[in-house]
Nanobody, 130 residues
Framework: QIELVESGGGSVQAGGSLRLSCQASRPTYPRYCMAWYRQAPGKEREGVGVIYTGDGMTDYTDSVKGRFTISHDNGKSTLYVHMNSLKSDDTAMYFC???????????????????????WGQGTQVTVSS
């Protein structure tokens, strides 16, 4: 069992930046997919990006490519997302999620399919004003 706690949300003007953090209650290196999701009011929860802690490879949804960067501090078991050039469309509750990758698996198993993830945080709100 892993508990995930997000922090760093807040209000920012369009064009600004924020960094979100997600602290895990136990080590998440090296065999975890760690992902960020977001959910805007009245919309489905969507995957933002994912990192495989084993090798640091990342993948992002198209709408955030070039603006968001996901990283993971292996020693602190903390997931980050640096969000730049924020837009009003980025306004949402942001969640982190984790899934264990068995020894027969690899980073190729890390996707943004919501049902793949067993562990979820409670979320942190990001509001971007134009």
């Amino acid at each position: 069992q892993i508990e995930l706690v997000e922090s760093g949300g807040g209000s920012v003007q369009a064009g600004g930046s924020l960094r979100l953090s997600c602290q895990a209650s136990r080590p998440t290196y090296p065999r975890y997919c760690m992902a960020w999701y977001r959910q805007a009011p009245g919309k489905e929860r969507e995957g933002v990006g994912v990192i495989y802690t084993g090798d640091g490879m990342t993948d992002y949804t198209d709408s955030v490519k070039g603006r968001f960067t996901i990283s993971h501090d292996n020693g602190k078991s903390t997931l980050y997302v640096h969000m730049n050039s924020l837009k009003s469309d980025d306004t949402a509750m942001y969640f982190c999620a984790a899934r264990y990758v068995p020894p027969y698996g690899s980073g190729r198993d890390c996707s943004l399919t919501r049902s793949d993830y067993s562990y979820w945080g409670q979320g942190t709100q990001v509001t971007v004003s134009s």
